[in-house]
């Protein structure tokens, strides 16, 4: 995968939080986004308390870049309050990466919209 930022490789090749929170307080299951051509699902699952959040796993059906983001995504926001976590945008994990890979900014936008569904008043 010659062109791809390491960070990027590295959260693909190895990546961390995967699985379920065994005591979820929130969670997104089997998140889209339409219109996209994607077909990833996404899960995110989170253990909250007192407004931190304590725990948070990802699984689904994902591409290379969906898996990187929500790996990336999921380091970043351990023991982080709801009202950071909710400022994370497309932005900042381009940033760690550095570039976005063509083709892949999909994986980004993925990832944080179902963490924020997850963390939102409704749930889902």
Known sequence: ?????????????????????????????????????????????????????EEARFRGRLCSGSVAAASLLMTMIQNKSISEIMKINKADLANIWSFIPTGKDHSIELAISTLHSALSPTGN
Not at 9 to 20: A, E, S
Not at 22 to 47: A, M, R, W, Y
């Open 1 to 53: 995968m010659d062109g791809y930022p390491e960070v990027y490789l590295d959260h693909f090749q190895y990546p961390r939080w995967v699985g379920q929170v065994e005591n979820t307080t929130h969670h997104s299951v089997n998140h889209v986004l339409p219109g996209t051509g994607c077909f990833d699902q996404l899960e995110i699952t989170l253990c909250v308390h007192d407004d931190i959040v």
